[in-house]
């Protein structure tokens, strides 16, 4: 079983990551933590269901949804970064 979502583990893996880092965006900005937990675990859900049912169907697809999951992952990663260091000099941090 496992085996069949062999060709998403990087998405698997580096979304979790993303997950973690928007998540502490959001807490950053001012965000109700409970809320924001009760829905990242919500989405979770969700995508866990999705990836369970449709992994068959997306198995023709996984080159093209690994590159578009990696390159979202990606840009998000970088707005994380350039949204903490622009708060950060905005609050006087080197």
């Known amino acids: 079983m496992l085996e069949e979502f062999m060709p998403f ?43 369970t049912v449709l992994t068959d169907m997306a198995m023709q697809y996984a080159n093209v949804i690994n590159f578009i999951g990696g390159l979202a992952i990606f840009i998000l990663g970088i707005q994380a970064v350039y949204g903490a260091v622009k708060n950060i000099r905005s609050k006087g941090g080197n």
């Open 9 to 51: 583990m990087g998405l698997i893996i580096f979304g979790n990551i993303e997950n973690l880092i928007l998540s502490s965006q959001g807490v950053v900005n001012g965000v109700d933590p409970k809320v924001l937990g009760g829905l990242s675990v919500l989405v979770v859900i969700v995508w866990l269901i999705l990836g």
